[in-house]
């Protein structure tokens, strides 16, 4: 007898179990929260025979319960209409987080009313009609916990023929059906997130790839597909699939953006390359992606990321590349055009001011050559600013004087500021150091466009360059120093909307500005690109009617000065060299030009010098000329009709049984290219026309 006593719970406990694991398997293949609730409420009401069952979800952020579903036949139904209205499927009742957490332990609580099933949401009168026309008169609360997390409730109605369902199996069918409840929800939080990155993806139109590297699995998606014109069934995958439809000039870079991320050297993959498209074309993509798992020992086991097609981007990329180089070439053109006959204007302008000439004739030559200089800063403009925009300008490091480049940038600003009466100064600090190391012709360049510009727009008074050392005095342990150049001038100043202007290219104040001082706007543009180029800074303070300071810093590298000779050495020196020179002036010259005024302004200079010369009008003469006579030097036009100048050097530099003379490029082309090619070529040196007179005694005397 005790055996079968003990053998009927058992039974009956194996009973309930097993229809409990039925209950939570139907729950399982709930899709989503309304099937899910729907279970529920159709399992509770088979399991406690109850006249009907209530759902309700809980909404932690508005502490409120809301009815969701309702389990009972249509004629109940009708019922609770009538009694309570249309509104019960969704009525919300208010249950603070603090309640929530006091009626933790109480999975199941039982109520005998209605008013106090819906906490007081209900009144007693009409909970009373709600017993007497239902006769219901208990109701069961199954509080849904999981983790000190309520989900929901259901609330099971009864009468009182209805005996009341196990506690114990409430409790656990309370536990088991909160955790249905929270796989609905994150379920429903990831395909949240799977739309909304699904929409991120379509909105970027990238393609997404998944490589299993010990494998070589490489499974992509349609868009991946799309951008090569196949269809996802159309490709193997495998990841030597991606490598074949790589560029063959690209599978180095791809290959050393994936060493450099397999390396640990970078977290993230990124490379853009060609891959072909099943039209026979290329298309252009940026892939991207990164290590989502690593081995043990540190070797990648599964890279994820996108494809993105970058076709339109690189064609108008290249097309924008085209259109520099287009813009360059013209403007190359344009400039030796310009400069050709500008030779010939400003030589021989020079030229009549060394000559006896009366006043008026005096002042047309000043006016010519000053003419002349402005139009040449022009064009010198235009063409800094194109090589600044294609990222064209290299700068050169070179040990210089700074003393001496200060002088050479501020001589010509002086001459302007003495005709317009204003008084010009420099001081440099004699903390300075003598000789420091940077682009000597750009430092200059600086230095001019930040004086001529404060000459330019002062009527009256001062323009002040202040040169100095930031910093210790002595040379730093980094052998850097910062040099500072400070320009002040007391002439119309700019408002602040100006001042937030006045460094963009072609920048005017306005049209009066423009009439009455002229200029095309591009010097401090220029200025201050040039100053970012050599890592330095600049800032501009002004009041408008008081006047402008301009502060620009820049680092240089520091060099020990030469150490200087005794002045009787220097005296023997410079005889010597002077002696030198008028030997050398009488070794013979050919002059390659084929413009007449350029031959002329030539023949003018190197005769008022003494120079023994000859002359050629193209490269096809030039080599003929050499290969009958001996020539020290050559000084060689660059383009010229027929023979040009680069191809006449090589054929002179091409005859063994010749003495090979120096050759001096006297060109208008003017780029690092141009002077580039004129030294692969086999020049010696290179001159820039319009031709400064000086300048060409000092290297024909310099290389003879």
């Known amino acids: 007898m005790r055996k079968e006593n003990r053998a009927q719970p058992t039974t009956e406990l194996k009973s309930i179990w097993k ?49 969701q579903h309702i389990e009972a036949s249509n ?116 395909k949240a997130e799977q739309a909304r990155l699904s929409m991120v993806i379509e909105g970027t139109q990238a393609g997404i790839w998944e490589w299993n590297v010990e494998t070589g699995e490489n499974r992509v998606d349609q868009r ?42 970078q977290e993230y993959y990124r490379v853009d390359f060609r891959m072909k498209h099943k039209k026979g074309h ?20 599964r890279l994820s990321g996108t494809h993105v097609d970058i076709t339109p981007r690189k064609t108008a990329e290249k097309a924008v590349m085209a259109a520099n180089e287009a813009k360059s070439r013209f403007l190359t053109h344009i400039s030796h055009e310009i400069r050709t006959p500008l030779n010939g204007i400003m030589g021989f302008a020079k030229l009549l001011q060394q000559t006896e000439t009366d006043g008026d004739q005096r002042e047309y030559a000043d006016l010519i050559l000053l003419a002349s200089e402005m139009l040449l800063a022009i064009v010198e403009d235009i063409l800094d600013l194109s090589k600044i925009e294609s990222g064209n300008i290299t700068l050169r490091q070179q040990l210089f004087n700074l003393k001496d480049i200060v002088e050479a940038g501020t001589a010509p600003v002086k001459v302007q500021a003495d005709a317009k009466n204003i008084e010009f100064s420099v001081n440099m600090s004699p903390q300075l150091p003598a000789h420091v190391v940077g682009d000597a012709v750009r430092v200059q360049q600086i230095i001019m466009n930040l004086t001529a510009n404060a000459v330019k727009f002062t009527r009256k008074g001062s323009v002040r360059l202040t040169v100095n050392r930031e910093g210790e005095a002595t040379m ?4 850097r120093a910062i040099i500072s150049l400070i320009v002040e001038d007391t002439g119309i100043g700019m408002t602040q909307e100006t001042l937030n202007q006045v460094f963009k290219p072609f920048y005017q104040a306005d049209n009066d500005v423009v009439h009455q001082y002229g200029g095309t706007g591009l010097g401090l543009p220029i200025t201050k690109e040039l100053v970012a180029l050599m890592e330095g800074t600049i800032e501009a303070e002004s009041k408008s009617g008081v006047g402008t300071t301009m502060t ?92 040009n100048g680069l191809e006449a050097t090589r054929q002179i530099r091409s005859l063994m049984n010749k003495k ?27 001159l820039e026309k319009p031709i400064d007179f000086h300048q060409l005694i000092a290297t024909i005397d310099a290389h003879l």
């Open 660 to 686: 090979s003379p120096k050759i001096v490029a006297v060109t208008a082309h003017v780029t690092e290219e141009d002077r580039r090619q004129c030294m692969d070529a086999g020049m010696d040196a290179f």
């Open 476 to 479: 730093s342990e980094s052998g």
């Open 224 to 265: 991946w597909a799309e951008i090569i014109g196949q269809r996802v069934d159309e490709i193997v995958p495998q990841i030597e699939t991606w490598r074949q439809l790589i560029h063959s000039e690209d599978h180095p870079i791809v290959e050393k953006a994936l060493e450099r991320v397999f390396n640990h050297h």
């Open 75 to 190: 004629a109940f139904l009708q019922k609770v209409v009538r009694i309570l209205g249309n509104g019960v499927l969704h009525l919300e009742t208010h249950v603070s987080k603090a309640e929530v957490a006091s009626k933790r332990n109480q999975l199941v609580i039982s109520f005998s009313s209605l008013t106090e099933a819906t906490m007081g949401h209900i009144p007693p009168a009409l909970s009373k009609t709600f017993h007497l026309l239902t006769g219901i008169d208990r109701f069961i609360l199954i509080q849904h916990y999981l983790l000190d997390r309520l989900y929901g409730s259901s609330v099971i109605a009864l009468t009182g023929e209805q005996s009341n369902p196990k506690w114990e199996v409430l409790d656990f069918y309370a536990s088991f059906a909160a955790a249905s409840l929270r796989r609905i929800e994150a379920e429903d939080v990831l």
């Open 282 to 301: 290329y298309v252009w993509v940026q892939s991207k992606g990164k290590v989502n798992a690593w081995s043990e020992d540190g070797k990648p086991l």
């Open 552 to 643: 620009v810093k820049i680092p240089f590298r520091l060099a020990e000065s030469k150490s200087n000779r005794n002045n009787s050495d220097e005296d023997q020196m410079h005889a010597e060299q002077r002696n030198e020179i008028q030997e050398e002036r009488l070794s013979r010259i050919l002059v390659v030009e084929d413009q007449e005024a350029n031959r002329k302004m030539l023949e003018f200079m190197l005769k008022k010098k003494g120079y023994s010369f000859e002359m050629a009008n193209d490269g096809n003469e030039a080599v003929t000329m050499f290969k009958e006579a001996d020539y020290s030097l050559i000084l060689m036009d660059v383009q010229m009709p027929g023979m």
């Open 19 to 67: 229809e409990l694991s039925r209950m939570t398997t139907e729950q399982a293949l709930a899709e989503n929260l309304e099937a899910l609730q729907k279970v529920m409420t159709s399992q509770l009401k088979d399991m406690t025979q109850a006249v009907a069952v209530v759902f309700s979800l809980y909404d932690h952020h508005r502490e409120v319960m809301t009815i």
